[in-house]
């Protein structure tokens, strides 16, 4: 089984301003790590995912992630932020080789808000 | 649009009641994915059916039932309804079993138990 912890419930930030918003998961075997972002009132959207390869994931949106195994931490992160950042952010995790009964269940953290004031 | 599509977007009821949600997956993917998402809890994985056959199972009341059907659209069937389990409920769909991709989910039924 997996879990996630986000560390931060909420991060208010300035415009402009960098932003990390962190994640650690817990895991026995080899896992597969997401990041979603939800604006009010709608589903949640794919960010950016590691699968396998280069530990630092980018997103089109100028996000960056880097997957520390030792840290078995998924930080996610943005040089400089924009108003229309504002929303929450979840991080996600499932087995890389899930079978049985967590056939393609992600597991989620409880979310990050972040706020980005001008 | 993430091509996923749920209906009703809003719902209110009564307790002891019993509703049905719709989503209809996007076009070419076989698994989909319940969630619930409520205030206390964040999100909580429901159920998981891939081409017609469930897959994966997580805390899932017993008074909630899902299938999927032959054209791949899914129903979650919630009876006997309580006030707590009013909450957002998320439907996702991937291309193949696994959710290696990520998942697509749709805009989600706001359920108000009343």
């Known amino acids: 089984a997996q879990s996630v912890t986000q560390l931060d419930s909420q991060v208010p930030v300035f415009e402009e301003a960098p932003v990390e918003l962190r994640c650690n998961y817990s895991s026995s075997v080899s896992v597969y790590l997401f990041w979603y972002v939800q604006y009010p009132n709608q589903g949640l959207q794919l960010l950016l995912k590691?699968?396998?390869?280069?530990?630092l994931v980018e997103s089109i949106n100028g996000f960056e992630a880097e997957f520390n195994k030792s840290q078995t931490s998924f930080h996610l992160r943005k040089p400089s932020v924009h108003i229309s950042d504002t929303a929450e952010y979840f991080c996600a995790v499932r087995g890389a080789n899930a079978g049985g009964t967590s056939y393609g269940k992600l597991t989620f953290g409880q979310g990050t808000i972040l706020t980005v004031h001008p | 649009d993430s091509g996923v599509t749920q209906t009703p977007k809003h719902l209110i009821t009564a307790t002891g009641q019993r509703v049905t949600l719709r989503c209809s997956p996007r076009s070419g993917d076989l698994s989909v994915y319940w969630y619930q998402q409520s205030l206390d809890q964040g999100l909580q994985f429901l159920i998981q059916?891939?081409?017609?056959?469930?897959?994966a199972k997580g805390n899932i009341l017993e008074r909630f039932s899902a299938q999927q059907f032959p054209d791949l659209h899914s129903e979650l069937n919630l009876s006997s309804l309580e006030l707590g389990d009013s909450a957002l409920y998320f439907c996702a769909s991937s291309v193949e079993g696994q959710g290696g991709d990520g998942y697509t989910f749709g805009s989600g039924t706001r359920l108000t138990v009343v």
């Open positions: 059916y891939y081409n017609g056959e469930e897959r």
């Open positions: 590691y699968l396998s390869g280069s530990t």
